[in-house]
């Protein structure tokens, strides 16, 4: 899970390496795919639909 945005993860390696990685690009609607991106669901380990994915960010330092 990414800390701050819910269209990225973490994806670790061999328990030293941390990749950021983007979810599949969608094509933007206000229903389905607010941002453009699915959202990542950690309880699945799936990138799905913003309203099935369960993400939950902390918010960005300004």
Not at 19 to 31: H, I, K, S
Not at 36 to 49: E, F, I, Q, T, V
């Amino acid at each position: 899970m990414h800390p701050t945005d819910c269209t990225k993860f973490m994806s670790c390696v061999a328990g030293r390496y941390a990749y950021e990685r983007n979810c599949a690009a969608c094509d933007p609607d206000p229903a389905d795919c607010p941002t453009g991106r699915l959202h990542y669901d950690l309880n699945s380990d799936a990138c799905l639909w913003s309203y099935e994915a369960s993400c939950v960010t902390e918010q960005a330092p300004r």
